[in-house]
């Protein structure tokens, strides 16, 4: 069975194409392919990378359209030096990442025109991620028909289990009723690093308590016990929570208040400015990739120290947060581009936790590790690095709803 996943974002695009020999396996295989779409590199172009048969293939595509980009990104897939597959038909199932799946979607689902017109609506709470994985949606329907089973796999769905006390927001009681809650996001990372931190620790997941941090361009932490996400620090929206590289995170919304009344600032404006302009990118004035700013710091650039001094004092009063919901900590996971590559991060968030027991092997922690534990053999708390793969994630979600294909 193949499986083909599409993990579109606002600003990048990640594809994977996995053979599922016969059921669920434990070990993520290597997929036969990989895409990637960067939307960013320069105004009206697209670069394309494509891995598989031992050959990369890297291309700059003139074009504003997600979804001719997209469309020529999986011609490779049956095209070329790249190809894998004798004809697109060769595909039993598509899943997508859909960031936002609101109160209804506590699982992944089969999706149909009541899943796609959810989706659409539901992106009043997540306009920048729902309508690009739509069009996503829509564009695998223009490519490979519409008798292809697609798959919905939500990014909330893994936090459908907060208690009330956790979700509702103290303001007015309506705001509840109109669906302003607290959803939290990266489930899907969050749900297979919980997996996998019980495989390495040889634990059963449901006697874990867990906090695994998430730490990419976007960045949100989850507490984890039986198995469940029971807090989180993104919200309502993705923005809230950590500093992250472009957005700001939790802020006093007295200042908004005070950016509309008297710096006649529009909700437009606001959106802009908390999503694309704050953060590690606000602060330094150098970019949101924290390569940059550990950069410009070995230059004696301040306003990069601050923004890195900031970032791990978000960090270190959310894992304190996360705490809370917590009756003991087995371990502490860390994953996603800043997560797994960045040891000083690390190494600087549990130190504060060293009261606890948390204790990290420097030489572990400073060579590269991944799916290992980086504690100390006497630490009482393990520190596990972790390689997300949320495409297998959304591949396995399709096995488990389509079976061996049957049912196309």
């Known amino acids: 069975m193949k499986i083909l996943v599409l993990n579109a974002g606002s600003s990048s695009q990640k594809s994977c194409l996995y053979e599922f020999p016969g059921g669920l396996v434990d070990q993520p295989p290597e997929p036969l392919w990989k895409g990637a779409i960067d939307w960013t590199v320069e105004p009206g172009k697209a670069a394309i990378k494509v891995k598989a048969n031992g050959k990369v293939l890297e291309e700059l595509v003139s074009s504003t359209s997600k979804a001719e980009v997209t469309t020529q990104l999986l011609q490779t897939l049956w095209q070329g030096e790249t190809q894998v597959l004798k004809a697109p038909s060769e595909i039993n199932v598509v899943g997508h990442r859909v960031v936002h799946g609101g109160t209804e979607y506590r699982e992944s689902v089969r999706i149909t025109q009541e899943v796609k017109a959810a989706i659409a609506r539901l992106a009043n709470f997540a306009p920048i991620h729902n309508p690009v994985n739509l069009e996503g949606i829509e564009t695998i329907e223009q490519i490979l028909g519409t008798e292809v089973p697609q798959v919905a796999v939500f990014d909330t769905a893994f936090h459908a289990h907060l208690p009330p006390d956790v979700y509702v927001y103290p303001g007015p009681y309506n705001w509840l009723e109109a669906g302003i809650r607290r959803y939290g996001f990266h489930g899907t990372s969050h749900k297979y690093c919980s997996e ?12 874990l308590r867990l906090i695994t941090c998430h730490l990419g361009n976007g960045c949100s932490l ?7 996400s029971v807090d989180t620090t993104m919200g309502f929206t993705p923005l809230d929570g950590l500093m992250m590289g472009s957005r700001s995170g939790s802020l006093d919304p007295g200042i908004l208040i005070y950016l509309m009344r008297n710096q006649g600032y529009t909700a437009d404006e606001l959106d802009t400015m908390l999503n694309k302009e704050s953060g590690l990118k606000g602060i330094s004035g150098v970019g949101a990739d924290m390569r940059q700013i550990l950069a410009e710091i070995e230059k004696g650039n301040d306003r990069a120290k601050l923004a890195f001094d900031m970032y791990i004092h978000h960090l270190k009063s959310a894992i304190g947060s996360m705490l809370a919901d917590l009756d003991r900590l087995d371990a502490i996971v860390f994953t996603a581009g800043v997560g797994e590559n960045v040891p000083l991060v690390r190494e600087l968030a549990c130190q504060t936790f060293d009261f606890l027991g948390v204790k990290i092997d420097l030489e572990k922690n400073n060579s590269r590790p991944i799916d290992v534990d980086i504690a100390t053999s006497d ?3 393990k520190v ?14 399709c096995w488990q709803l389509v079976g061996d294909g049957s049912t196309r």
């Not at 996998?196 to 006697?207: H, M, S």
């Not at 690095?385 to 979600?397: C, N």
């Open 196 to 207: 996998r931190a019980a495989q390495l620790l040889k634990r059963d997941l449901p006697d």
């Open 379 to 381: 630490s009482t708390v």
């Open 222 to 228: 989850a507490a984890i016990r039986n198995g469940y």
């Open 384 to 397: 596990l690095v972790i390689h997300t793969q949320e495409e297998w994630a959304i591949a396995q979600d």
